[in-house]
C-alpha cells in the first residue's frame, strides 16, 4: 500500500498529513481532517454531495484523489461563515426554505456559492444551470433556486468565498 | 403574541445542516471503529455451491469474515411469517445485492479490498425477474416450500362486480403499470452497533427508532431497556427507511462477537439493489359507467411485485391500493382483489405514498379515459361522481374505510381559479393546427389518499406495537420548554413544527423551546415518522401533552393569584385573572413556583412534565386538485412541464413554508416518476439502473416552478384538525402527468401511455399515431 505525505490547506487551516495514495479527497476531509460537513451520497460523481471548491474552483470530493489536492487549498461549508454568521448563501437556504433532510445540502452550498463567484445575478435559469450537478431529493429545486437568488441579492458569495477564490485562504 | 401555528418562521433545524454541523451517523466517530463491507450476489438466482474466504482472511487489517454457516444462531431478519429472511443468503441467492457475506476491518478501503477478494461460486437457477415470468407456466418456486411465486391472493369485496358491470351501459377495460422506483434518499443505509456489557446502542438511518428498538430487543433476546436506538440526523427516507435491514443485525452481532463499534456505509451502488424499492404493481381494470359518465362499478386487479424477499410492509400495500380505489367518487360497486408475487428482484416496500398513489393513479386515469370514451370534459366526469361536502364523513364500502371531512369539488373550484382552463383549451386547439408548435396537455388530478396512520388495529397489521405517537413536555425552572416526541423527523421540520405548537398552547416563546426526537434512551415511547402522520399524530401528542402542562400551570397561578382556576387566562406568557388584567404572574414565575412545594399546597406534585398519548380515532384523508400542463416537443417527444399547479386540503396548516416544501418535494417525486424514473431488470434479473447514472433522478433541469394553494378543511379526526402532508404531492402528480401527455395526443386517437413517459416513449407513440391517423 503506497503512502504519499500532502499539504493541505482546509478552511485556512494548514495540515500536513501521511495518508494512502488511493486515499479519496472527501475521505481526507471527512476521516483525516474530522470535518463531516461534506458528504457523500453516490459513487458515480452524479449527486454533488460532497463538493466542495478547491483552488476557487467547485469539485466533487468523491471524484479527487487526496494527492491530487496536494498543495492546494481547500474551502468546505465548514467555512463558509464569518465569524461565526452564516453566509448570505447559508442565510438564504434557511430564508427561502431550501433545504429539508440537508444531506446535499452542504454540496449544495458550496455549488451555489461557486456559482455566485462566477456570476453575480444569475436569473433562475442560470441558477437551475448552476446546481444541475447537485441532486436534492426532498425539495424538488424551486425553493432552492429562491435560496440562490436571495443569496445574490445579499451579498453573493460571502467574503470567506470571495478571500478562498481570490487565494487569500 | 400571534398565533405561532400557521406563521411561516424559518427552521431551527437550519444553521446545523447548513454550517456543517449536523450529525448523520457516519458522522459519529466512536474510538476503536472498526468497518464491516458486504459481499453481495451478482446472480439473480442461483445456489450457492461455495464461498472461499480463505485470501480474504488473511488481508491486511482484516478481522474476520463470516458467511451464513458462520454466524448459527443470530436471528433472521424482521420477515412476513413463514418467509423468514436470513441476515446473510442461506444455500441460495435470490436477487443480484442480496449479501452473501462480511468482512470487518480495521478502514473501510481495507475491508472494501477483502470483499473483493471473496470467491464465491454459484450455480445458476432460472431467472424470473418480472411478474410475467414469475407466474409463468413452468415457473420454479422463489420461496422453498410454496408451491408458486404467488405468496398472497385476497379478495376485498365480496362480489367481483361481474353482475354490475355487464349490466352498464357501457364497459371499459384498462391495464395500467405502476412502475418500479427507487426511493433514493440522498444519504443511504449507514448504521453504527456498539454492544458493551451494558447493552447494544445502535445509531442508524431509521424513521421508526422505538419499532427497531422493540424488534432487534425481541430478535437478540434482550429486554428492551439493553437496547438504545439512536436515529440522530436523517438524510431522507421517503418510506424507504421505515424498513427492517439484516445490516443492522449483523453490525450488532460482530460488534458482540468483536467487542468493538462496528460501522456499515452503504455505498449508493448498494443502495440501488439493497433499499427496498416502491410501487411495482399492475392493474388490470374493468369499469362499468353510463352515457352522462357516472361510474357504476370498478373491479381492480393487482398485481404486487414483492421482489425476492416479501418485505413486512411491502406485502400489506396492496391493501391500502384497494381501499383507496374508489379515489374521491361514489361508484356503488368496487372490487378489488390482489395477488403477490415474489420475483427474482430487490424487496418491495414502502415508498412515498405507499400504496396509495398507485390506487390514485388508477382512479384518475380511468376518469380520464371514461371521458374520452363518451367524448365529455375530464372535469365534467369528476363533478359527476365526486362525494360531496354534505355526505363527510364517507364510509367506504371498506369497513374501517371512513374519508373524514373534505370538499372535493370546492378543491376543484379553487384550483380553476388559478388555471384559466377555456384560455388554455383554445391554446391548445391553435397549436395542434400549427405543426412547428409544441403539442400542449392539459391534466387534472382530484385526489385523496390517506394520512396520519395509525390507528393502532390497523398499524398492528404492519408488525408495529401501536398506531399511537407519544409525546413529553416538560418547562424547566426558567420556563423554557423540551418536547420529546416519539416520532422521528428525516428532513420533515418536527423541531419546528411543535415548537409552534406548544409555543400556542403555553405561551412561551418560539425560542425558548427545543425538541429532542429519535433517540429511544431519552424519549419515552414513540412509533416514527411514516404515512403522513407527523403533525396529524405527533403533533396531536405535542399538542395534548402541552395542555396538561396548561392545565397544571393552571393550578400553579390560581394558587399563586389566589383566584378560583376557571378565572384564569393564558395570554402573552402571563396568567392573569379574568376581570381583573392587571393582576397577574408570568409563566416563568409559575414556571419556578412548580418547583418550591413550600409555596405550593400540600402534596402538590412538583414541576411542569407531562406524557401524553395520541391514539388517532381513523386514519385521515389529505386531498386535493392539481393541474399540470405539459408541453411535447413533436420532434423529439420530449415532455416540458410547463405548468404545475397543486391546491391542497391538509386541514390546519401549521408552516405554510415547510407545507410548501412538503408539497414541492412530493409533485417533484410524483412527476419524476411519470417522465423519468424507472428501475429496470434484464430477463437475466441483471439491474439495469444500478447506479445514478442509469437511474434518473431528477435534476434542477428537469423540474418546474410549482404554484401551491390551501383549501383548508380541519378533520375531526384529531385535536389539531390536521390531515398530513408528506405524502400527498407523490400521490397526486403522477396521473396529473400523464393525464396531460395523453391529452396533448388525444386528437390523434391517443389514448394511453405507460409511465414514465420518456422522450423515446412518447416518440413512438406520437409516431403511430400520427401514421394511424394519415
Redesign the interface.
Known sequence: ?SHHKVRISVNGTAGEDEI?S??LLVHYL?ETR???????????S??G?CTVMLDGKTVKSCTVLTVAADGGDVL???G??EQGE?SPV?KG???C?G????????GM?MAATGLLLEQENPD?AA???G???????????????DSVRWAAEHGGPGTAARAHANGRN | MGSMVGASV??K??????????R?V??I?LSGTVHMVFVRSFAAHARIVSIDTDEARTL?GVLGVWTNADLEGLPASRSVPGMERPCLAKDKVRFVGEPVAVVVATDR?LAADAAEAVLVEYEDLPVMASIEAATADGAVPIMDGLPTNVVLEQQLSATDAEEELAAAPHRLALRLRNQRCAA?????TVCLADWQSSGLTIWATSQTPHHMRNEIAQMFGLSQQEVRFVAP????G?GAKASFYPEFLLTAELSRRLRRPVKY?E???ENMTSMVHGRAQDHEVEVGFDDDGTLLALRVRITQDCGGWPDTTGIGLPTLTSFMSGGCYKIPVIAPSFRSVVTNTTPVGSYRGAGRPEASYMIERVVDRVAAELGLDPLDVRRRNFVQPGEMPFATQFEGIVYDEADFPGALAKLLEHVDYEALRKEQAGRRDDPDAPLLGIGFSTFVEMGGFGPTPLFEQFGYVGGWESANVRLNVDGSAVIKVGTSP????HQTAFAQIVADQLSVPFERITLVHGDTATVQEGIGTMGSRGVPVGGSAVFKAANKVRDKAIRIAAHMLEADEKDIELADGRFSVRGAPDQGVSMAEVAVRAFKPHLLPDGFDLGLDETAFHEPSNLSYPSGAHCCVVEIDRGTGKVAVARYVAVDDCGTVINP??A??QI??G???GIAQALLEEVTYGEDGQPGSG???DYT?P???D????ETDHLVTRTSFNPLGAKGLGESGATAAPQAVVNAVVDAMAHLGVRTIDMPCTPQKVWRVLQAATRNGS
Request: charged share 20%; proline share 5%.
Open positions: 500500500m494512502e488511493r486515499q471527512r474530522g470535518l463531516t460537513g461534506t458528504h457523500v451520497g453516490c459513487d458515480t452524479n449527486c454531495a468546505t461549508v465548514e463558509l461563515d452564516m447559508q437556504f434557511q430564508a426554505h433545504l429539508q433532510c440537508g444531506y446535499c445540502t452542504p452550498v433562475d441558477i437551475r444551470e446546481i444541475e450537478g447537485n441532486l436534492c431529493r426532498c425539495t424538488g429545486y424551486d425553493m432552492i433556486v | 424559518v427552521r433545524e437550519d444553521p446545523a445542516l447548513l454550517t456543517g454541523r449536523g448523520f457516519d458522522d466517530r491486511p478501503y433514493v434518499p440522498m444519504e443511504p440526523d436523517v438524510g431522507g421517503f456505509v455505498t449508493r451502488s428525516h428532513g420533515q421540520g413554508l415547510m410548501r416544501g414541492h418535494g409533485v417533484a417525486q447506479t445514478l447514472v433522478l435534476s434542477a433541469l423540474l418546474p416552478t410549482y
